[in-house]
C-alpha cells in the first residue's frame, strides 16, 4: 500500500484511502513522540529543504521538527534572506538548489499554484505547506486526525468552518478532506467573505447566522480573519466583526450542547475568538499543534520512498 | 472397486488443480497438536529462566509476532494465575533498512512500562535473515536501556542469516533455501493453527 501521489499538493488530489493512509501512519508516529528518544532513523539518508517564501511560525517549525524527528538532513530557507530579494525566479532558485542533490522540497509560497508549477518541472518530490488562497494540506489533514481523536470519527460528524472563507486555503483544504471522508460540512460568516458558489462548488451548506450553526455542529474549527489578505474592506470594523461572528464564553454557553472549538493559528484574540473560549477545555487549539508533528512525519515518511 | 478408482482420480485431480492455482507445494512443519505443545515448552522455558517474572518484559513483534507471543503469555499466565506479566508489542516499520526498497504500513506500538534496567524477551514468529531483529534492537533501545535482551522464535531457519544474531528459546528449528516461504498460520487471522513451508515457482 502507498499513497496514489509523488507530491502533497493538495487535498484535492488525495483519494479517500490516501487520507486514511496519512492518518493512520500519523497514529502511529504519535506513539514515537511518546517514547523517552522521540526520533526513529527511517530518513537517515533524505535531503530536505524547506523553502518559505512567506512567513510562518507554527508550520515551518513543525515541518522540521518532523524532519528531525525523522534523521532526515534539512536545509532552511526564508525568502528575506535570499537571491529572491535580488531578484531570481522561483524556478531558477529550487534548480540551484536541487543540484545540491535534495530528494524532497516544502514549500510555501504566497502566490496560489507555486508548488503545481514546481511538480512539473522539477524531479524531487514536493510537499505544498501552503499556497496563496489555494490550499494547505497538511493543516487539513493535522484537522482531520484532531477532529478524529476527539469526536472518534470523520463520517458524519458535523463540523462549521466559520470566518474568512474567501481567503482561506486552510478553509478549502477542510473542505475537500471532510468532504471526502463523508462528514457534512457547513461554512458560515459574513456574505461578503464566503464565495458565491461555493455551496454548488464543494457541496457545502452555507450560513450566515452564527447562533444557528454553532448549535448545528459538533465542531467548529473557527478561522483567522486575515487582514494581509484583504485588498478591500469587506466589513467595517474588527469591533463588528467580532460582536457578529466572533465567539464569545457567553455564547458558547447559550448552546444546548457542548462544541469542540478549533483554530489553526494565529489567534486575533478577541476578534474571531475570545480569550476565556480559546483557553477554554473544549478548545483543542494546542493538540493541533501537536498532531501537526505527527501528521507532518507521515507524509514525508509516505513520500520518501518514491524519491529514487 | 471401479467407483473408488474415479474417486481416487477425482481427488488427485482435484488436488493438482489447487496446487496448479497456488503455484507452490505445501510442507506441514508443525501441526495443530504439535504448535500447542512446541507454545508451552516455550512458555515453560522462559518461565524456567525467568522465575521471577517481575523483573522480565515480554515483546512481541508486529505484525505476526504478536499472535505467538499473545499465545505464550497466556501460556504463562495460566501456569501462574495471578502474577502481572509485563507485555508489550513492538513495531518496527520506521527502522526497517530497506525502507527506500519499498514502502511498509506501521503498526501499533503499545509498551505501557519502562524497560529501563529490565530483562527484555523479543517473541517472533519466524527467525530468517535477522534483520527484523536487528531493527527491533534499534527499536528497542530508544525505550530505554535495558539490562539484558532476549529473543524467542517459534521457527528457526538456520544457515539462513545474514547478521550475527541468534535465538535464545527455539520452538523448531528448519532448514530452508532461499526460495521456499515458512508461514505461521493462526486460528484468529487464518483460521487454523498451522506452520507451513511453500515451495516457490
Not at chain 2, 29 to 34: A, D, G
Not at chain 2, 135 to 153: M, N, Q, S
Request: glycine share 4%.
Amino acid at each position: 500500500m502507498q499513497l496514489s501521489t509523488r507530491h502533497l499538493l493538495g487535498i484535492k488530489d488525495l483519494t479517500s484511502t490516501d487520507i486514511s493512509l496519512i492518518l493512520q501512519t500519523a497514529e502511529q508516529f504519535k506513539e514515537v513522540l511518546q517514547r523517552p528518544v522521540k526520533k526513529v532513523p527511517s530518513l537517515r539518508d533524505v535531503v530536505i529543504v524547506n523553502l518559505f517564501f512567506e512567513n510562518s511560525t507554527r508550520t515551518r517549525i513543525s515541518f522540521e521538527l518532523a524532519e528531525k524527528r525523522l534523521s532526515a538532513d534539512t536545509i532552511s530557507f526564508t525568502a528575506s534572506s535570499s537571491s529572491v530579494s535580488k531578484g531570481e525566479t522561483l524556478l531558477d532558485t529550487v534548480n540551484n538548489i536541487l543540484s545540491m542533490e535534495v530528494d524532497m522540497v516544502v514549500m510555501r509560497h504566497s502566490a496560489s499554484g507555486a508548488p503545481h508549477f514546481l511538480a512539473k518541472h522539477i524531479p524531487a518530490a514536493i510537499i505544498n505547506a501552503g499556497d496563496g488562497i489555494n490550499e494547505h494540506p497538511t493543516q487539513g489533514l493535522l484537522d482531520a486526525l484532531s477532529i478524529k481523536e476527539k469526536i472518534g470519527k470523520l463520517e458524519g460528524t458535523k463540523i462549521a468552518i466559520i470566518g474568512d472563507i474567501m481567503h482561506s486555503r486552510v478553509a478549502q483544504s477542510n473542505i475537500y478532506l471532510l468532504k471526502k471522508m463523508g462528514a457534512e460540512v457547513t461554512v458560515c460568516g459574513p456574505p461578503t467573505l464566503i464565495p458565491k458558489y461555493i455551496a454548488e462548488a464543494l457541496q457545502v451548506n452555507v450560513s450566515y447566522n452564527l447562533k444557528e450553526t454553532l448549535e448545528w455542529c459538533d465542531v467548529a474549527n473557527v478561522l483567522r480573519i486575515q487582514l494581509e489578505r484583504q485588498n478591500q474592506v469587506l466589513f467595517s470594523s474588527l469591533r463588528e466583526y467580532n460582536l457578529a461572528y466572533g465567539i464569545s464564553r457567553k455564547l458558547l454557553d447559550s448552546l444546548h450542547k457542548e462544541i469542540v472549538i478549533m483554530h489553526p493559528g494565529p489567534i486575533n484574540r478577541g476578534v474571531e475568538l475570545d480569550s476565556d473560549v480559546a483557553d477554554s477545555k473544549q478548545s483543542i487549539i494546542l493538540q493541533q499543534v501537536e498532531n501537526g508533528v505527527a501528521v507532518r512525519m507521515a507524509v514525508l515518511y509516505l513520500l520518501s520512498n518514491r524519491t529514487n | 472397486m471401479i467407483n473408488q478408482r474415479e474417486f481416487f482420480f477425482k481427488a488427485l485431480f482435484e488436488g493438482l488443480c489447487y496446487f496448479y492455482r497456488n503455484n507452490q507445494y505445501l510442507k506441514s512443519i508443525l501441526s495443530e497438536q504439535q504448535l500447542a505443545i512446541t507454545i508451552k515448552r516455550l512458555a515453560h522455558q522462559i518461565l524456567e529462566n525467568n522465575t521471577d517474572l517481575v523483573n522480565t518484559v515480554l515483546i512481541g513483534l508486529q505484525p505476526r509476532g504478536i499472535y505467538i507471543s499473545d499465545r505464550i503469555v497466556s501460556a504463562i499466565k495460566k501456569e501462574f494465575p495471578g502474577v502481572a506479566v509485563h507485555y508489550g508489542k513492538l513495531d518496527i516499520t520506521f527502522y526497517r533498512d530497506d525502507i527506500r526498497k519499498s514502502l511498509h504500513i506501521a503498526n501499533q506500538t503499545d509498551i505501557p512500562f519502562s524497560i529501563e534496567t529490565k530483562k527484555v524477551i523479543l517473541i517472533d514468529d519466524v527467525l530468517y535473515t535477522g534483520r527484523t531483529i536487528r531493527a527491533a534492537l534499534d527499536a528497542l533501545l530508544d525505550f530505554g536501556r535495558p539490562e539484558k535482551v532476549e529473543l524467542c522464535v517459534l521457527i528457526d531457519r538456520r544457515f539462513s542469516r545474514q547478521l550475527p544474531i541468534q535465538p535464545d528459546y527455539v520452538g523448531k528449528s528448519i532448514d530452508s533455501i532461499i526460495s521456499q516461504k515458512v508461514r505461521v498460520l493462526w486460528k484468529d487471522k487464518d483460521g487454523k493453527d498451522e506452520v507451513v513451508i511453500l515451495d516457490g515457482e
